[in-house]
């Protein structure tokens, strides 16, 4: 990959410091290249360990030096970071709530609420997307905020994905057998999770063990994960579609999608993030963006929805816009299987 060792060895010169030897890497290693006459530079991040003081062995030096060049990734890139007793500490930290999330995937503490979404020319319950959660033995509700990056950064997202997928397929068709109008549950995909060889395989086998039709799954992809390679997540997304799945994207806005790209990409809806609902009517940029949204989704036949409302005013705001689709605190929180089937028995708002 791009990550090296280096091992200084030996006496240091009178008044040197390992620093400055440190130091004279970097500067090499940011030193001009030239290729096909063009002159590239490249930067690195480095972390350091010393024996003995921060191991006794290869493994420990090895383990704390990398913990030290995350840490230099962290506070911006291009910088030397020396392993500290605070690093110690997180990765001690981190390597505990990477092994309680392993345990918590093995003991079913995971679960999943549901938040509703509705459509407005109607007033009727559509969909619903699928939102993980964890109930931790002693910390109890753990927020996704604080498991989901760990769980990405350590690649347990693939898994945890995995059961989110196929229990949210369960409870869909399970809800369909006993009697409610069908609904679409919506899922989001990680990066990680995407870019998988089988990825299409695991949604067709996930679809196929629930007995739930594809029409009635939707996929969440965020513009950065679809960005990353357009030519493959391209060809990822016509996979998909040849199932009959339904794809969006969600968080539309925040990330750098190109237009030119976005005609190519076969959704049927982007979501407004709610970054961007939260001061609607009264934030006149917002507003403007809301309606651009709005305006250039219709353009290239896809609908709308906006996610994070709470107020009526922002439904009256949206409506007027022409928005399809709302989302948020103002239908109702997120909830678990039977409260979202009791919602689904009432008429339609």
Known sequence: ?????????????????????????????????????????????????????????????????????????????????????????????????????????????????????????????????????????????????????????????????????????????????????????????????????????????ALSESGLEARYLELELTESMIMEDVQQAVETMHRLERLGQRLAIDDFGTGYSSLASLKRFPVGRLKIDRSFVRDLPDDGDDAAIARAVISLAHSLHLRVIAEGVETREQIDFLREAGCDEIQGFYLSRPIDARALQAILCIPAL
């Open 1 to 205: 990959g791009d990550e090296f060792v280096v091992l200084v060895g030996g006496a240091v010169r009178g008044g040197e410091k390992v620093e400055d030897r440190l130091q004279a890497v970097r500067r090499a290693v940011a030193e001009p290249v030239e290729i096909g006459g063009r002159s590239f530079q490249v930067t690195c991040s480095m972390g350091v360990a010393a024996y003995p003081e921060h191991g006794r062995n290869a493994t420990e030096l090895m383990a704390r030096a990398d913990a030290a060049m995350y840490r230099a990734k962290e506070i911006g890139r291009d910088a030397m970071q020396v392993f500290t007793a605070e690093l110690a500490n997180r990765a001690h930290e981190k390597l505990v709530q990477q092994e309680e999330l392993r345990r918590a995937l093995a003991r079913s503490e995971l679960f999943l609420q549901y938040q509703p979404q509705m459509d407005l020319s109607n007033g009727r319950i559509f969909a619903v997307e699928a939102l993980i959660r964890w109930r931790h033995p002693e910390r109890g509700l753990v927020a996704p905020g604080d498991f989901i990056p760990l769980a990405e950064e350590t690649g347990l997202i693939g898994p945890i994905g995995d059961w989110t997928l196929r229990e949210a397929c369960r409870q869909n068709k399970a809800w369909q057998v006993s009697g409610l109008p069908p609904i679409v549950v919506s899922v989001n995909v990680s990066a990680r999770q995407f870019q998988e060889k089988d990825w299409v395989e695991r949604v067709a086998a």
